[in-house]
Structures are given as structure tokens and as C-alpha cells.
């Protein structure tokens, strides 16, 4: 594709962006508004520790921050443009001052990050597919491609709900990507990134790591550790800057800032258990607590896929079915997590679509189950539908056990992969 051409479909895929992120938003909007607010008029020292009248304390990494406080910037220096035109030329449209004092208006600007990765994750997965499967047709890529640009999950996460859950992936995939290509210093950079974006991503962390261990030598891995804690200490140096341990201790600490509820409306074996009412994570069930039973069930559960990754690694393929896995499973069994934490699932589906129509029925279903699972907590906007199946709780039931059978055709295939000789 030419280049120009690629340049103006994302500039038109932006403005379609902008356009959907305006006629709702998300109380997590209100928040993040506030947060934006409190760095630009109180700045960056302290803001960890700063204590928010009427909303979440601040737990974000501070990537995340960064675009967040961009994001209001914008909006401010363009009503600041505005007014000022407004009052200097007498046939500016006085509308669009109104328009801009609209509160859609400014919390519009507040998703700029969600609309900043959904981009870069359409960019990275055009990039990629090549990558992955040199043989690729141009028009398989493209309709691949526009599977994650159109996916109605993302738009609904990033541009209506306004959450920044793709964020940290988008950063991720770009990483995968680099060390595909051998550029390992690069790839540093922006798995950095990831985890300065949202805490999330951790978990698939130990997969990347073993993906650029095997391109080091010992002289570029301390490059790499350096290079990435240099990364980390710089972004978290506005907020804390003499202690350079205090980012560290604040990145560990924010694991425990979520609620301890089994599940914050996941749809998971949880939910099955405890139908969206609150249960601790903490109370004893059978000898362990849930939230030791959870880690239990994923460490085993994913032991197989372990063994089947590592004995035949180098095949694209079983890469993209191993971190589809640990997102599958993770979402199915750990506790604490939220509806939006199945997002890793749809991200590492959408390359193996490159290998085989096989997978796009399970794409589909994945996107459907999670929509369905999204709109229980935000209502909006009203689709019969989506309220029909959250109407009856046997319905949701047998969709989790769908789920569970989306799982195991995953577990099946990568098996299926990894014995073959």
C-alpha cells in the first residue's frame, strides 16, 4: 500500500474515531477527567499520594497519566482557539463554542488514548501479519487488519466506554513485533511502555521475556535491563523525584488497589458460582481461600500449554495460540478481574486468523461474548438484544460454557501443534 494512502485511511479512521467517542461516556471518564485536572493545577509531585474528592484515587501508571493530561491539554488549547477566533471574526460559527462547552465535548478529549491505541493496533497488526505468515495475501491482510480497526469490542472499550484496556496491549504487540524483526533494544522500549500503561500486562510478560532472551548475549541483556529500568525510573520521575525504589514499591502496592471481589462482573467459573453477587476473593473455600484457588487453577491448567510452547517455540503460530491461552484461562479463573480483562483474548486471536478460517468462528463468538459481557456494566447505548441475554441468568450460564469450549478448542489446537513432529 502506498504510503500516502495508508496515512489518509488512518486520518479517516481517526475522525471516525473522535465522532463515536461523543455521544457517551462512562463514569471512568469523570474520573480520569479529574485526575487530568488535579496534575495540571496541583502538577505531578505528590499525585500519587493526592487524595481526589468524589473519585478513585489515582492508580494508573504514569503513561497513562501522560496521555490522559495530553488529552485535556488539547481540548483546552482548542476551545482556547476558538474563543479567541470567535471573538476576533465575526462570522466564526458561535455553535461550535457551544458545541466545545458541552461536556461530551471535553470528556471526548479524555479517550484520545483509547483512540491512540486502537490505531497503533491496527498499524502493528497490518505490520505483523507479513511478520508472522510471509505467504499472506495483500487482501487477507487487509480484511484481517480491518477486523481489529472495526472491531466493535475495541470501539465499544476505547471509544464509548473510554477505557485505555488496549493500551498497554498495543504497546505489547509492537514489542512482539520488534523482536520478530530482531530489533531488541527497540522492543525494550515498548514493552516498557506496556507495563508504564497499565499494571495488566504483567502477565504476559514471562512469554516476551523468553521471546528476547534467545537473541542476548549476556552483553545486551544488561543493555536491555538498563535500558528498561532507565525507561521506567524516567516516566515515574514527576511523581516521585529523589526515591528511586518509590516507583517500584507504587507499581508493586497498585496490584492490591482493585476491589476483592471474585468477579468484578467477569464473565467467569466465578460468575457461574456466585452470579454476579459480591464474594471475597479472601473467604475460605475447600482448604484454600478463591483467590489462591484461582491461581491454583490457572498454574495448572496452563502446565500442558507450557510444555507444548516450549517444545516447539518457534513456530509463529504457537505463539499467538500460547498468549490466547494464558488470556483465556486467566479470565476463566482468576479472581478480581473485571469484564474488560478479556481483552489480551481478542487481540493474540486476530494473527491466528492468518493461519486458518478454523479460527474466525471463535473469533466471532469471542467479540459477541465479549460485548455481551461489557454492556452489563454501562447499559448504553439500549440494544434489545444485549439486555434480552442479561434478562436470564441460565442464558449467561451456558454462554460462559461456550466459553469454556472456545477454551479448549484453543488448548486443542496448540496440543495439536506442538506434538506434531
Not at 485505555?164 to 530489533?183: E, I, R, S
Not at 440494544?383 to 460462559?400: G, R, T, Y
Amino acid at each position: 500500500m502506498k504510503s500516502w494512502v495508508f496515512v489518509f485511511a488512518l486520518m479517516v479512521l481517526f475522525i471516525i474515531y473522535f465522532l463515536l467517542t461523543i455521544p457517551i461516556y462512562s463514569g471512568d471518564v469523570k474520573t480520569f477527567y479529574s485526575w487530568a485536572e488535579a496534575i495540571l493545577s496541583l502538577g505531578t509531585n505528590g499525585f500519587y499520594e493526592r487524595e481526589i474528592v468524589g473519585f478513585y484515587p489515582p492508580n494508573y501508571p504514569p503513561l497513562t497519566v501522560y496521555f490522559l493530561t495530553g488529552g485535556l491539554i488539547i481540548y483546552k488549547w482548542i476551545y482556547a482557539l476558538a474563543f479567541f477566533l470567535n471573538s476576533q471574526i465575526s462570522f466564526f460559527p458561535s455553535n461550535l463554542i457551544h458545541f466545545l462547552e458541552w461536556e461530551n465535548s471535553w470528556y471526548a478529549f479524555l479517550k484520545l488514548p483509547g483512540i491512540f491505541a486502537n490505531l497503533l493496533l491496527t498499524v502493528t497488526c497490518y505490520c505483523l501479519l507479513p511478520v508472522i505468515k510471509k505467504d499472506i495475501e495483500r487482501r487477507s491482510r487487509l480484511l484481517l487488519t480491518a477486523l481489529i480497526a472495526f472491531n466493535p469490542a475495541l470501539i465499544y472499550v476505547s471509544l464509548i466506554w473510554g477505557q485505555v484496556d488496549f493500551l498497554p496491549l498495543a504497546f505489547y504487540l509492537l514489542a512482539v513485533l520488534l523482536v520478530l524483526k530482531g530489533k531488541v533494544f527497540s522492543s525494550v522500549i515498548f514493552i516498557t511502555l506496556a507495563l508504564l500503561s497499565k499494571q495488566n500486562i504483567i502477565i504476559f510478560l514471562p512469554v516476551y521475556l523468553f521471546l528476547i532472551w534467545k537473541k542476548l548475549s549476556y552483553y545486551k541483556l544488561l543493555i536491555s535491563i538498563l535500558l528498561a529500568f532507565s525507561v521506567f525510573e524516567l516516566f515515574f520521575q514527576p511523581f516521585f523525584p529523589v526515591d528511586l525504589l518509590k516507583p517500584v514499591q507504587f507499581y508493586l502496592q497498585s496490584f492490591n488497589s482493585t476491589s476483592d471481589n471474585i468477579t468484578d462482573s467477569a464473565f467467569s467459573v466465578w460468575w457461574l458460582l456466585s452470579e454476579g453477587s459480591f464474594i471475597s476473593d479472601k473467604n475460605i473455600f475447600y482448604l484454600f481461600s478463591y483467590q489462591i484457588w484461582g491461581y491454583l487453577l490457572t498454574f495448572i491448567s496452563l502446565l500442558p500449554a507450557v510444555y507444548c510452547y516450549f517444545r516447539k517455540n518457534r513456530h509463529p503460530q504457537m505463539l499467538f495460540l500460547f498468549l490466547t491461552l494464558i488470556a483465556l484461562i486467566s479470565f476463566l479463573f482468576l479472581t478480581r478481574l473485571h469484564e474488560r480483562h478479556l481483552a489480551p483474548a481478542i487481540i493474540f486471536m486476530l494473527p491466528l486468523l492468518a493461519f486458518g478460517k478454523k479460527y474466525l468462528i471463535s473469533f466471532i463468538f469471542l467479540t459477541f461474548f465479549y460485548m455481551v459481557n461489557l454492556y452489563g456494566s454501562m447499559w448504553q447505548p439500549r440494544m434489545a438484544l444485549f439486555e434480552w441475554i442479561w434478562s436470564d441468568v441460565n442464558f449467561i450460564k451456558a454462554f460462559i460454557l461456550l466459553y469454556c469450549g472456545l477454551t479448549l478448542f484453543v488448548y486443542y489446537q496448540l496440543v495439536r501443534l506442538g506434538i506434531k513432529k
